[in-house]
């Protein structure tokens, strides 16, 4: 039996109020399908880095099953994070109707290991029930193994 790796860290990070808001509201707006974007920080989060901004991004696949980040989005992002000395903190995508859980695709196409998986539920059972916000949840992905990563939000920037 092979036992499962350790957790590679973070356990849990600090994520503003207003770039959670940000994700939700490019959810909502992307429905029916899937809704991506970037979330830029000082240093990816495996790094200790701090998220420092959200851009959204077009989804190419333009489905509600799956996402694909633009190829002119990726290169404008990658060219602007490196002439402001920032990286990829995190990778955001909505689910319209299942659980802010890695699928299998999702967990294929992790090319970012150092980076986050920030996933948005639509779904309405996934909702909180006090607040009825949708579900947020961050995710590390390495070689192919899922790691959930405590959300903490916060007022201001971490």
């Known amino acids: 039996m092979v036992s499962p790796a350790a957790h590679p860290g973070p356990s849990s990070v600090r994520l503003p109020?207003?770039?959670?808001?940000?994700?939700?509201?490019?959810?909502?707006?992307?429905?029916?399908?899937?809704?991506?974007?970037?979330?830029?920080g000082s240093a990816p989060a495996a790094e200790g880095g701090r998220p420092l901004r959200f851009v959204p991004t077009r989804n190419a696949a333009a489905s509600p099953h799956r996402y694909e980040i633009d190829s002119a989005?990726?290169?404008?992002?990658?060219?602007?994070?490196?002439?402001?000395?920032?990286?990829?903190w995190a990778i955001v995508h909505s689910h319209v109707r299942s659980p802010a859980r890695p699928s299998p695709t999702d967990i294929g196409l992790a090319f970012y290991p150092d980076a986050l998986y920030l996933l948005v539920s639509l779904a309405d059972e996934e909702a909180d029930p006090l607040t009825g916000r949708p579900s947020v949840r961050a995710w590390r992905i390495v070689d192919g193994q899922v790691f959930e990563v405590g959300l903490e939000l916060v007022d201001r920037p971490a």
């Open 73 to 88: 989005d990726l290169l404008r992002l990658t060219l602007e994070a490196d002439e402001r000395d920032e990286a990829f």
């Open 17 to 40: 109020v207003a770039i959670v808001d940000e994700l939700i509201a490019h959810a909502r707006a992307g429905y029916p399908n899937e809704a991506c974007g970037l979330i830029l």
